[in-house]
């Protein structure tokens, strides 16, 4: 297990899933991750979802191998628990207090070599905002041949367009406002950040979901049943990717002990575009 810290803090832990059962497709993934004050920001197995693991690349499905986790969607049955999972194997961990890099192996349903990834996870403290961002970025080499993403929107489930780089989120019992730049729906929504805020006992808590202007992906979100957030990879249709081509994934979270509004998380994603 490696350890994100700022300054004297813990603030991430970086775990590598292979004690995961299979049907929830292992994977490498970070939690507990906390502000600086120590409230939890990620939850791993809940009750609800036993395959949402903290924050991870949860992709759904590559080239018919689901690296999600628990059933998949069949149109017109529902979700079934088939024979179809993945797992993702990473390799040796170069890390700093600051800094995690590795590069894992994609490994589909029969074991085989699917694709390679390079992974970098920082930690920055935002001394002006009295917090810090985390930001994951990977970058999916198709090394193996061509590859094919896909979302139970892609099989027939419209909205349901899920799986990227995912942040399952604690606190669902708690009231949870999404709220993205211009207003309006935020599932769905192309903003290039989304904010969640939470009231908890412990004090207000808010975390800012940034993606990079060059590439917005749209935004699943979920503040009702669970709360929990990424970019899509697969919104509407399968993503293709011809063999020899990588796909970035790029995800910065914002970890707050207080409540901002939508005003100041543009000024906060907008100094964060001008650190990247």
């Keep these: 297990m490696t350890s994100l ?56 499905e590559i080239n018919g191998s689901m690296f999600w986790g628990g059933g998949s969607y069949v149109h017109s049955s529902g979700y079934q628990m088939l024979d179809n999972h993945g797992r993702q194997v990473g390799g040796p961990v170069e890390a700093t207090a600051h800094a995690i890099d590795q590069q894992v192996e994609f490994l589909d349903v029969d074991g085989h070599h699917l694709l390679t990834e390079q992974r970098r996870i920082t930690a920055e403290l935002l001394p002006a905002w009295d917090g810090w961002a985390l ?54 929504s192309t903003s290039p950040w989304l904010l969640l805020t939470q009231d908890r006992p412990t004090g207000p808590v808010s975390l800012l979901l940034a993606q990079s202007r060059t590439q917005v992906l749209p935004w699943f979100v979920r503040t009702g049943g669970y709360v929990g957030a990424g970019p899509a990879v697969a919104w509407e249709a399968p993503r293709h990717l011809p063999h020899g081509e990588q796909l970035d994934l790029h995800l910065t979270g914002v970890l707050l002990d207080r409540t901002i509004d939508t005003d100041t998380a543009r000024t906060l994603y907008t100094e964060l575009e001008q650190l990247s």
Excluded: K
């Design 5 to 60: 810290s700022i300054g004297t803090r813990e603030v991430a832990r970086y775990c590598d899933g292979r004690d995961m059962p299979t049907e929830l497709s292992p994977r490498p993934y970070l939690h507990p991750v906390s502000t600086l004050a120590g409230q939890p920001l990620t939850e791993v197995a809940p009750a609800d979802h036993r395959h949402h693991y903290g924050v991870s690349n949860a992709v759904v």
């Design 135 to 188: 930001s994951w970025h990977s970058r999916l080499l198709a090394d193996s041949g061509d590859l094919t993403f896909g979302s139970p929107a892609t099989r027939g489930r419209v909205g349901a367009g899920y799986g990227g780089l995912f942040w399952r989120i604690s606190g669902d019992q708690l009231a949870t406002t999404a709220q993205v730049d211009g207003g309006g729906e935020p599932l769905g």
